[in-house]
């Protein structure tokens, strides 16, 4: 196995899907398994890349729309909001050892 077969994957991975849009223009999107960076493109096509940190600023349309204790993550560049993989277990736990 050559190592373009070992980091390529089987399958084109699809992008995280568009959910939403809030009143104000932000995208809301739903995380694809494991995704750490956002995968957004600007008018140019350039990938954002941003980190994907959790935001815990939710404004009342959020809330309104996801609840309170949503889950949210943003991007830090673009914006872009993001809600949990269905997949994954949730990250809001705490740490037990």
């Known amino acids: 196995m050559t190592e373009t077969e070992y980091v390529s994957p089987a399958q084109p991975v699809p992008g995280a899907r568009i959910v939403a849009t809030l009143s104000d223009?932000?995208?809301?999107?739903v995380r694809i398994p494991r995704m750490r960076a956002c995968d957004g493109k600007n008018a140019k096509g350039k990938l954002c890349a941003g980190h994907l940190k959790r935001w815990f600023e939710l404004s009342p349309e959020i809330e309104q729309r996801f609840g309170k204790q949503a889950e949210i993550y943003r991007c830090e560049h673009c914006r872009t909001l993001y809600l949990p993989n269905p997949e994954e277990t949730p990250r809001t736990g705490t740490l037990s050892w």
């Open 25 to 29: 223009g932000t995208k809301v999107k």
